[in-house]
């Protein structure tokens, strides 16, 4: 091996690897299907979901969400889309671990039936605990608008800190929201789980 393909090699970004299945106490989170669409189309199709995420246009239909699963399904993304599933495979949400910029982020939302059971707490925190094993040295950024202050609890459960503030872009709300940006180090994630 000569040193042009030694240094060639060192250059080469580290990756999570394929969305693994992961079991909680109470969910089962694993890839995406393509028959998860109906379920996915129904959770966002409601504006007390869609209203928290930047990227979700209203109304939210059938093919937006397949437009979503394909290519997370494909195998060429380097992301985690785990479906958050209860014990009898219902698509009941999303947590994700995405590239973006070269910088991972966690984002995630769950169908409004579910909520305050601390399912994202569990879901993100053990999507997390895998993503630090396979990336140990990886910091994550997240983040929420302003009035989610349930995901900023959940976000504060899990050890993120408050880094910045700015104004993203809403598509279900047609306009400019305050936002609340945050990160995780690596470090933090083993302290708050390693006591
Ligand atoms: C945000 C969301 C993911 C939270 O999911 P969840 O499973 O209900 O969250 P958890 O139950 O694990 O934790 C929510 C925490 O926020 C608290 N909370 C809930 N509603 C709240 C509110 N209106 N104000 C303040 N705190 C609130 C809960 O009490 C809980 O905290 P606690 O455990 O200290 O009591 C869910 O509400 C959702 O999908 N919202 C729409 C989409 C979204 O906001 N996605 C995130 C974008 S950043």
Redesign the pocket.
Same mark, same amino acid.
């Given at each position: 091996m000569n040193a042009a393909v030694l240094q060639k090699s060192d250059s080469v970004v580290t990756m999570p690897g394929p969305c693994p299945v992961i079991i909680t106490e109470r969910l089962v989170l694993r890839p995406h299907k393509l028959s998860d669409a109906p379920a996915i189309a129904e959770s966002l199709g409601d504006f &007390?979901?869609s209203r928290? @995420?930047s990227k979700v246009p209203q109304p939210y239909d059938r093919q937006d969400a397949l437009d979503w699963i394909v290519p997370q399904t494909s195998g060429i993304l380097p992301d985690w889309a785990l479906a958050i599933t209860t014990g009898d495979d219902t698509h009941i %949400?999303v947590v994700a671990i995405e590239l973006r910029r070269g910088e991972w982020h966690l %984002? /995630?939302? @769950?169908n #409004?039936f579910?909520?305050? #059971? %601390? /399912?994202?707490?569990?879901a993100a925190g053990a999507a997390l605990e895998r993503f630090f094993r396979r990336m140990p040295n990886t910091a994550i950024r $997240? %983040?929420?608008?302003a009035d *989610? @202050?349930? $995901?900023l *609890?959940?976000q504060r &459960?899990l050890g993120f800190r408050i880094t910045d503030a700015d104004q993203i872009f809403s598509m279900s709300r047609n306009r400019m929201v305050p936002h609340i940006e945050t990160a995780m180090l690596p470090e933090d994630f083993r302290r708050l789980r390693r006591p």
């Open positions: &007390k979901v928290m @995420l %949400g %984002g /995630y939302w @769950l #409004r579910y909520w305050d #059971r %601390g /399912y994202v707490t569990e $997240s %983040g929420a608008f *989610n @202050l349930a $995901s *609890n959940v &459960k």
